[in-house]
């Protein structure tokens, strides 16, 4: 009878086999919908085991004697951290207290930016939650663990096949002490175009709720007008809203007069009356120098009540050094990766920092040996996602040149050997800054460095030079990024964009100079949820899922459809989940708590007439076969 109603149940005809669908139907018997899930599971493997996985093909392999990465032990006594005292006392009281710190406070970017920068943000949520409850236990000092935002929450969707609010809960879950951080590119929200007000203000909301602490706001183009809905939506939600400057150019250099000091200053003080409880200074590229660091620092904390926390990438190979001269000149907090995915186009190394202020006055007070461990454990995570690595082999001075943002640069690279142009890095690089004379010279950054990226391919792949650009003699096709960009669509530059270029591209039409959340109508909430479902046959859609339907809809139903035929595939190894399994291997997968999947690999039969072939399981000791295309 059970089955039967079970088979009835409408929340069983539709899609959701999900975690949430047990939370919200324990009257159910569990063990049918396991074994449909257990299906799934294996339906996948068997895929990749006979296909392989697209996003790997070709790529290079981890090395054979790899380990698999053994979580790091819970060894410390557990105590408060950040997280507790926002919980217990609020933003303002987390700010006020990192002012009173002599001690320097870290950010841990291994979760996000790290693998942003490293590996084209292909980390999966496993290997990070698997960490998580040794960062509770033996790292409950660290200021704050970003893990969120940014290319991460697409990339999970689309690449990984996973939820990225279930892996922030599980994160939030597993690390209850330490702040959780994310980055937020305001009116962008994680996406790469303005969404209306009232999606920005939903999207935090729920970001907030499912357990981010700290959210990092900033503006592509640092335009305060443009971060407010954002800002406001954080403070709203009790949350710590770090309110961003993105730095470009070099104060030090006088023919870079556009973003001088007073510039800096100035905006400090816009995020400051616009209701920020921390300052952030985002060097997205690690152009900050030593000196320059020194000299803005000491003006930030003397023209702005906020504390500081700063962030930056070590493409040059120098950002340590600009780390500990922020450090000397009073920040408050920096950003770091831990070790093993530190470094290059990544932040600069979290253990050396640590280490280098030992016994100094902003000796941080974390456990060195607790960071080694730790660092062992993501070493040997990296080396599963050989695949994904960028070959980049020196720190370069040519980022001062082309002002690349980390998150942008293997990207960017990746894109330029697909279209035949690996050979000619070098005249992209400078293609890259060329478009930004163009534009004005522009902070890049998510969205703006898109556009820029856009262009710069555009020129070598045409040879089209900065003078051709700006000829209007000359006829040159436009892409589709940089005419929306000059519309005013991402916003406005300090200044505003240069007449001749806006000309050119838009002709006779007129650009906005106006916030484009202004006039972006309100996304009706309800019906937009009535409809999804309905086209998720009944599926029931919660905030979550609204909420990433509303920043990527095609995306978000992609993952659905995937969702429906493979199941939970998170639960997977990352070997497995990239590369399928050897005959005789033994697997668990964890798709429940408490409910172990023991799976082993037996062998594959022959391919039948239609194409298909049949792979042998054993699943919990009981033999099982799967049927699925063989399209190798
Ligand atoms: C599982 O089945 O164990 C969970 C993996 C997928 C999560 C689904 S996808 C839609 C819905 N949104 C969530 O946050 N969780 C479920
Ligand atoms: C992002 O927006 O993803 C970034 O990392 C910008 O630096
Ligand atoms: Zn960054």
Redo the contacts with the bound molecule.
Sequence with gaps: DFVINLLKHPTFLDMS????FIDTTPELFQFKKRRD?ATKILTYIADITVNGHPETAGRPKPHAEAKPPKPPVAFGEFRPGTRNLLEEKGPQAVADWMKAQTKLLVTDTTMRDGHQSLLATRMRSIDMVEAAPAYAANLGDLFSVECWGGATFDVAYRFLQ??P??RLRDIRARMPNIMTQMLLRASNGVGYTNYPDNVVQFFVKQAAETGVDVFRVFDSLNWVENMRVAMDAVVEAGKVCEGTICYTGDILDPDRAKYDLKYYVGMAKELEAAGAHVLGLKDMAGLLKPAAARKLIKALKEEVGLPIHFHTHDTSGIAGATVLAAADAGVDAVDAAMDAFSGGTSQPCLGSIVSALDNTERDTGLDIAAIRRMSNYWEAVRHQYTAFESGLEAPASEVYLHEMPGGQFTNLKAQARSIGLEERWHEVAQAYADANQIFGDIVKVTPSSKVVGDMALMMVAQGISRDDVLDPAHEVAFPESVLDMLRGNLGQPPGGWPEAITRKVLKDEKPSTERPGKHLAPVDLEETRAKLSAELNGFKV?D??LAGYLMYPKVFLDY?GR?RQY??V?TLPTPVFFYGMEPGQEISAE?DPGKTLEIRFLTLGETDDKGEVKVFFELNGQPRAIRVPNRA
Excluded: A, L, V
């Excluded at 086999?17 to 949430?20: F, L, N, Q, V």
């Design positions: 086999y999900t975690t949430k899930r996973e939820c609010w279930q919660d979550e899922d659905m969702h199941g939970p998170r798709i």
